[in-house]
């Protein structure tokens, strides 16, 4: 009952992150406030006349129960401010939304995480900073945020999940749709390793007003926004400007100074507004971020049952290369694939190796 109040709480019309803050903070919980009498909302600030009429409208629970079959039905979860699950970094940020559409496997309250942004109209020189740098936080076991769009977002996530980085893309839309459409496979892709995350219901469109909003959303949940090649103007000098407004730390890298898609990290830099970095060791330098134990060490201390020789061996040569398929574990090994078929479903059943699509496997 708790969620379709707090469903309801977010499609009353003039009810925001602010007054919404202020309505539980004086109630309790989003129940509570929908059966108060109207004379208890006059001495609360920001509460109009539209407030309190939208708070008696049957047509607002109907619409939540709507949107609360439609998250049961596809496995979303809802986050509420206040609650536990809440995002902690971004429940930290005045403007934080009052409740969060989640879909995915990735820890919002990692250790790390780390937004990345920049212009839909990457070049070359942007998309070759983005995928390095990319690769170079796999040793800091970082979380990426990026909003699914064109441009250097798409390539941040999906440079994240080549490198089974945990990725998040957050929507300017309902969960019921992905946009623009070109990113469904990878959208599909980033549920298993990483999830998507959005402020709107199923049935909000992609539209042009959204993204701003969006923007916060990347900024409030991150340590640090780097923003990689941007223009003078865009979403990604606002979310530079939302993360230095929420006291984080904003990272931009330079670029030529005749580039139109330079000039905004350049601009970034020259008013103070990011830090420059050229590579990962300047990031790990300003956030004083150890890097983490190499994986081989981690592995071999983890591992929660004793291998065989052969298994042993298996294992070896997948975690020497993240990831890889069984056509070249058998090359290098030099098996028969019948008999590596079997040490790798041991593996498996074991928890030390994880199958993904195409007979490609990684350590778990």
């Not at 942007?126 to 945020?145: E, H, M, R, W």
Request: aromatic share 8%; hydrophobic share 40%; proline share 5%.
């Amino acid at each position: 009952m708790s969620l379709l109040y707090q469903i309801a709480l977010t499609k009353v019309n003039g009810i925001g992150p602010v007054i919404g803050r202020s309505l539980l903070s004086h109630f309790g919980n989003a129940e509570a406030i929908f059966s108060a009498p109207k004379k208890d909302f006059t001495t609360i600030p920001g509460v109009n006349s539209r407030v309190i009429q939208g708070l008696s409208n049957p047509d607002v629970l109907k619409a939540a129960e709507k949107e609360l079959q439609f998250t049961e039905k596809h496995g979303i979860r809802l986050l509420f401010w206040g609650n536990s699950d809440y995002p902690k970094r971004l429940a930290e940020c005045a403007d934080a939304p009052l409740l969060l559409y989640y879909r995915g496997t990735a820890d919002l309250d990692a250790a790390r995480i780390v937004s990345i942004v920049g212009t839909r109209n990457a070049t070359a020189y942007g998309k070759s900073i983005c995928a390095d740098f990319v690769k170079a936080l796999l040793p800091y076991q970082v979380t990426v945020i990026s909003g699914l769009a064109y441009g250097i977002d798409s390539h941040a996530h999906r440079n994240a999940l080549e490198h089974r980085i945990p990725t998040v893309g957050v929507l300017g839309h309902g969960l019921d749709r992905i946009y623009p459409s070109a990113n469904r496979e990878m959208a599909a892709r980033m549920l298993g390793c990483g999830g998507l995350l959005t402020e709107f219901p199923s049935g909000t469109k992609p539209d042009r007003q959204n993204f701003p909003m969006r923007n916060r959303i990347i900024a409030g949940l991150a340590d640090v926004t780097i923003v990689v090649e941007a223009a003078p103007k865009g979403g990604a000098l606002i979310t530079a400007e939302l993360a230095n407004s929420y006291s984080r730390d904003v990272c931009a890298f330079p670029g030529n100074l005749n580039q139109e898609f330079s000039a905004g990290s350049n601009y970034l830099i020259k008013t103070h507004r990011a830090h420059l970095i050229t590579d990962v060791k300047d990031l790990q330098y300003l956030m004083n971020w150890e890097v983490a134990l190499s994986p081989t060490v981690n592995r071999q201390r983890e591992l929660p049952i004793s291998l065989d020789t052969s298994q042993q061996r298996v294992y070896d040569v997948i975690h020497a290369s993240e990831q890889l398929s069984i056509d070249e574990i058998s090359r290098q090994l030099q098996w028969p694939q019948s008999k590596l078929a079997v040490t790798l479903l041991e593996l498996e059943m074991n928890g030390v190796v994880i199958a993904l699509p195409g007979k490609v496997y990684r350590t778990a």
